[in-house]
């Protein structure tokens, strides 16, 4: 009997595995058909002797306030900010002077290669499309524009093109993921992951900790969103730690036309808080003022038009750190002891639903 009800287990897996190479070669097919159909109108619009025009739409995915009064009327009023409606168009011409131009032929060219890759089911990164043509590029940045372009263009993922940023290239090819995790930590630094991995955090609390070092890149958070559990983030009491953990619930303005695939919009924000060095009676010496440089971040970030709409608590506690003039770092708890962290702070905040 348990051996018949493993073999329909495994049958279901099976069939559900077809069927999602089976989208994915779909997918592909129809996006290789869209690229050759525009490369062919392309060239017989430069044979013809007529300048061909390709139209791409702008994205963002907030707006900001010239001034705290602005935001606080915006707040008031609804935003036309959307993860779905663009904003503008920039026409492109091949036959016109100038930097346009120059990029509808980078983009040619790096469409080339993509389809090169869709035809052969292959995988490169983007800086090996870089030393294809390094003497018309120029410069890594390009090429990464002309990827996005692509993207909004053809209305797809960057996935979807072949192009890798890191293995695994494709999550959806991952199959049989059995966890026992309850919940995802993210953390900002690699410090604070290896405080975390020495203190065997995750064998203690049954999670998964993830650090993107930083802003986070697209294989990191599509990684979390695969892994369809509840998220927890924690960053530094700064405007840096605080725009870091806005890139994962609200995506990155140069990633605009895909933020609704990237964004982790369900993520709760752990810590640390401005107000957890009174709360932990951490000694004066862990506080460091607000440069003029973090002022400014803070004040930028706080006139974003998704702070009124969908984190008016997190808005506040941005608030609260401008207005105080002060800022700490997640380490600064180790001065109530060296495993503090991973043994009281974070399982206590998490039982105790303190997060925002």
């Not at 900790?209 to 969103?225: A, E, F, M, Q, S």
């Not at 706080?302 to 808005?315: F, G, I, M």
């Amino acid at each position: 009997m348990a051996g018949r009800e493993k073999r329909r287990r495994v049958a279901a897996l099976d069939g559900e595995e077809r069927r999602r190479r089976r989208r994915r070669q779909e997918e592909a097919a129809t996006l290789l058909h869209r690229i050759r159909g525009l490369v062919r109108w392309v060239v017989a619009e430069v044979a013809a002797g007529r300048s061909p025009t390709v139209a791409l739409h702008r994205y963002q995915n907030y707006c900001a306030s010239a001034s705290a009064s602005a935001a606080a009327a915006a707040a008031a009023s609804p935003c036309a900010c959307s993860y779905d409606v663009p904003v503008g168009t920039d026409v492109l011409s091949l036959l016109h002077r100038g930097s346009h131009a120059s990029r509808l032929n980078v983009l040619l060219r790096v469409l080339l290669v993509v389809q090169q890759l869709l035809q052969q089911n292959k995988h490169c990164s983007k800086r090996d499309i870089y030393y294809m043509y390094p003497s018309i590029f120029q410069e890594q940045a390009v090429v990464d524009r002309a990827i996005n372009d692509i993207c909004v263009l053809f209305k797809c993922s960057r996935h979807n093109l072949n192009v890798a940023f890191s293995i695994p290239v494709s999550i959806e090819a991952i199959k049989d993921v059995v966890s026992v995790a309850d919940y995802i930590l993210v953390v900002e630094k690699e410090t604070v992951f290896q405080r975390l991995a020495n203190d065997k955090f995750c064998e203690r609390n049954r999670c998964i900790v993830i650090t993107g070092r930083g802003y986070p890149d697209i294989p990191t958070r599509r990684h979390i969103l695969f892994l369809h559990l509840p998220v927890y983030c924690l960053v530094d009491a700064d405007p840096y730690g605080f725009d870091i953990l806005a890139t994962y619930k609200f995506g990155s303005l140069q990633l605009a036309y895909d933020a609704n695939f990237l964004r982790v919009p369900d993520i709760q924000w752990l810590g640390v808080f401005t107000s957890d060095f009174k709360d932990y009676r951490l000694p004066d010496c862990c506080l460091l003022h607000l440069s003029s440089e973090d002022i400014r971040k803070a004040e930028g970030i706080l006139s974003r038009c998704y702070l009124h709409r969908e984190a008016p608590q997190w808005r506040l506690e941005l608030e609260a750190m401008l207005q105080k003039g002060v800022k700490f770092e997640i380490e600064a708890l180790s001065a109530c002891s060296i495993s503090f962290l991973s043994e009281e702070y974070i399982p206590k905040k998490i039982k105790q639903g303190r997060h925002i």
